[in-house]
């Protein structure tokens, strides 16, 4: 395939139930793709449209210059994986591999290649004579996604693969995915609603909620520069805290509601004197004093993560947040304490009051 996916103006609905209105979207050739979002917004409802499973209510799916909304499933040349390791119980590793190159009647000295290279790649060779019930969750994994390859898709699409198992193996399992990718260069369209599992794997991520495109970005782009209240949440965490846009002498300050005033240098045109805004600060944009300063903030819960700390406190008029610092070593934070605390203007995103947009006009240089 030459060009990657488009998608344009896509539409899907399920009765009287509108579940995609009017989504599009670019994904290049080669690219680690992902779709981010909550529950239901519609990840595995747009994936199924992208492999041809689902009628498509308007709009145009290519592959390429190809369009493909018309196109039999079976011709799309796409390699699927799903959360529920579907491969087939009474058959071998190795049988399960070449399943679906028997059915494409290639010759003999080709399918015992390709087999031999996945199996290789997703590093399960000294298995292909052992029956599925005798591999780990993570190696039926592994299984699937080597059967999935085999037939050297043009696309592989995976819906949340590694959800059914446990914590350690699906990072193990998601550095796998990551390799593979990396070496092969297949455009890759993942689902998943776990945004930190989106950002170790993926080139770029698309977040949706609700059947909408939120923003599309890096995983860096994402986190340093959501574009509205939902991304900013959605991906990683956010508090947010309201304040006034003031212009004096050309220049622009947030005025806190507790009277803090910080200098932004970043802000757009629609950030206008007196105007409402909400900064999204992340638990980390904050930085602790000793001594009083702009917020005070009185801690009722912290969790010791190892490298870092997470306090969990309120501000004086009741705004419950999150802080996170480096732990220390001799951390006195105790449940009760006060802490001081001002933040990075340079880190800091500016939203409309409602959170629907950002404020901020820079952009992310982006060479990750
Ligand atoms: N076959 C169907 N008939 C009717 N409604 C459906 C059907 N499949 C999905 N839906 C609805 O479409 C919406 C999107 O579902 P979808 O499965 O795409 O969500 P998702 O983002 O993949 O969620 P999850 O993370 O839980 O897998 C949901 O409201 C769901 O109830
Ligand atoms: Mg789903």
């Known amino acids: 395939m030459n060009g990657g996916i488009r998608i344009s103006h896509a539409k899907k609905c399920y009765g009287q139930n509108v579940i995609i209105p009017d989504l599009s979207l670019e994904i290049k050739e080669g690219e680690f793709f992902t779709l981010l979002g909550p529950s239901g917004c519609g990840k595995t409802t747009l994936l199924r449209m992208i492999a041809g499973f689902n009628s498509i209510e308007d709009g145009d799916f290519y592959f390429g210059d190809t369009r493909i909304n018309n196109l039999d499933p079976a011709k799309r040349n796409i390699g699927m994986v799903f959360q529920n390791y579907a491969i087939f119980p009474n058959m071998s590793v190795k049988q399960n591999v070449v399943f679906g190159l028997k059915n494409r009647k290639l010759p003999k000295d080709e399918i015992e290649r390709r087999c031999e290279k996945f199996l290789k790649i997703m590093k399960i ?24 390859l085999a037939i050297e898709p043009d696309v592989l699409l995976m819906d949340e693969p590694l959800s059914n198992l446990d914590a350690k193996l699906r990072i193990e399992m998601r550095e796998a995915i990551k390799e593979m990718q990396n070496e092969l260069g297949i455009t ?130 009741g705004t419950d947040i999150q802080v996170v610092r480096e732990s220390e070593f001799n951390d006195k934070t105790a449940i009760g304490s006060v802490i001081y605390l001002t933040m990075n203007p340079d880190k800091i995103n500016i939203l409309s009051e409602d959170g629907s947009h950002t404020l901020i006009v820079e952009e992310t240089s982006d060479n990750a």
């Open 188 to 317: 890759t369209v993942y689902v998943t609603h776990d945004q930190e599992e989106a950002m170790a794997i993926s080139d770029r991520i698309a977040v949706m909620n609700l059947g909408v495109i939120q923003q599309v970005g890096t995983p860096k782009e994402l986190y340093l520069r959501p574009r509205n209240q939902f991304v900013a949440n959605f991906v990683g965490t956010s508090n947010f805290l309201y304040a006034t846009v003031r212009v004096k002498e050309g220049r622009k300050y947030l005025v806190f509601d507790n009277g803090y005033e910080l200098e932004m240098k970043n802000l757009s045109e629609e950030a206008a004197d007196g105007l409402r805004v909400m900064a999204a600060v992340r638990p980390e944009e904050f930085i602790l004093h000793k001594e009083p300063t702009a917020f005070r903030a009185t801690v009722h819960q912290s969790s010791f993560l190892g490298l870092n700390t997470h306090y969990f406190a309120h501000l004086e008029d």
């Open 125 to 148: 060779e000294e298995m292909k004579d052992r029956m599925p019930d005798r591999l780990s969750g993570g190696q039926q994994q592994r299984v699937a996604l080597a059967r999935a």
